[in-house]
């Protein structure tokens, strides 16, 4: 039974297993693509499981009681993703972050941090290392995860209004208890925090001010995303997004802001201060302003397969190639082909009329492949 369960979880999402080359040479720590986007940044999927079932992410419908979650064998083990991470690093990556599903369900997600925070990029440096999660957990864990050497936190938070929150989570979750996660956070030294809202027309949206005037002036920045087409069970419609433009307006209307310029290149937020000295907040408009054209981000899913675009049907499989023996150089190998033949840009297509779904091919979820 087991094994049955193994075999068809793993027939998810096609997955190649790369190839490597027969002549290569060390990775050099630049790798582009075939738009020129060199390769920056890796978002590593530690658990497909959450406990929260946000409609937008993983409707309760779909992922039900019945639905077959990744068994514990197909996981990528700590030691398996930091050889990975050590492969990316030597490419290129300076930035890795842990997402999930909910990454604190790991278990013992402390010392994959203490394993990743000793990687050091090609200039000598520490690497950005940091953590997506919905901040249930945060409370409990923000100071381990802080001593094992995690740089930053960005923790999701759709609403201040705790029975829209609890709506939109679908597990009946507190707002309080976030909160009290951001605060734990900001107490062990994590800083700037950044709180993800995705903004859903007729949902939330009402709750764009209130979340801006709690955040206003507390160091945490507040990134507005507009609610996306990803994966294949949200049910999105268009008229569910709610265009970063008009979610600045409506702020505007409240409060003086002046734009600020992008600090790092592939930066998804457009930043914008608040002018009497407040802070900042981001605006993430991955529907009406495609950021295609800079993006320097893979995904490794939960069980090893290698994304290279959010939208993507398909992944490599790197798993098989950790656990057919091959070394790290091998592995570094067989990245740097996946990487330069990259042509994805999913999101500026999207808005072009005459572009047609991938045929017929499911695309991959975001719990799996990491937010
Ligand atoms: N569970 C963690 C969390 O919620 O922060 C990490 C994983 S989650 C998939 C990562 C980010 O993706 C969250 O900020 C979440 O709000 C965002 N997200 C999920 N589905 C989305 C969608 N359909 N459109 C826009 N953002 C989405
Ligand atoms: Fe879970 Fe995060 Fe997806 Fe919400 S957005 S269901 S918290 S993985
Ligand atoms: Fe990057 Fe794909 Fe998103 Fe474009 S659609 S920004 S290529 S992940």
Known sequence: MGETIIALADLRYAAPVPQVPPTWSAPSGHLADRLHRPLRDLRISVTDRCNFRCSYCMPKEVFD?????????????????????????????????????????????????RML??????????????????????????????????????????AMDDAVFRRMNDVDFPVADVLEGIRAAQHAGFGPIKVNMVVKRGTNDHEIVPMAKHFRGSGVV????????????????????????????????????????????????????????????????????????????????????????????????????LRSGHSDDEIAAALAPIWSERADRYSELRSQADHAEPGGERRVEMHYIGG
């Open 65 to 113: 009681r019945d639905y077959r979650f990744l068994p514990q064998t197909s996981l990528l083990t700590f030691e398996e993703i930091t050889r990975l991470a050590r492969a990316f690093v030597a490419h290129g990556v300076t930035k890795l972050r842990l997402t999930g599903g909910e990454p604190l369900l790991r278990k013992g997600l402390e010392d994959l941090v």
């Open 117 to 158: 925070a000793e990687l050091r990029g090609a200039d000598g440096q520490a690497l950005d290392l940091t953590l997506t999660t919905n901040g249930s957990l945060l409370a409990r864990k923000a100071q381990a995860l802080r001593e094992a050497g995690l740089k930053r936190v960005t923790v999701s938070l759709d």
């Open 222 to 321: 507040l990134r507005f995303i507009e609610y996306m087409d990803v994966g294949a069970t949200n049910g999105w419609r268009m008229d569910e997004v709610l265009p970063s433009a008009q979610v600045l307006a409506r702020l505007r209307e409240r409060w003086a802001l002046d734009p600020l310029e992008a600090t790092t290149m592939g930066e998804t937020a457009e930043r914008w201060r608040y002018a009497d000295g407040a802070g900042e907040i981001g605006l993430i408009s991955s529907v009406t302003q495609a950021f295609c054209r800079d993006c320097n981000r893979a995904r490794l899913s939960t069980e090893g397969k290698l994304f290279t675009c959010l939208f993507a049907t398909r992944g490599h499989d790197l798993r098989a190639l």
